[in-house]
């Protein structure tokens, strides 16, 4: 069985909850390393933000 931090966001319990102000401030700071727009000017689920910090971590070379 895959441990949470392997789980698709999606499936999460509370993926469907507004993102936490920590990974909007994450994302607000990666996506200026990335030049990318501010994705947090948008409302985001908490799935949707995570799903957004790993491809915005993978651009910036920020890989796990």
Known sequence: MADNTEKDPNEWVSGHDPMTGAQASYLKTLAEQAHEPDPTAKELTKAEG???IEKL???????N
């Open 50 to 52: 995570s799903e957004l």
């Open 57 to 63: 971590r993978k651009k910036v070379g920020l890989e």
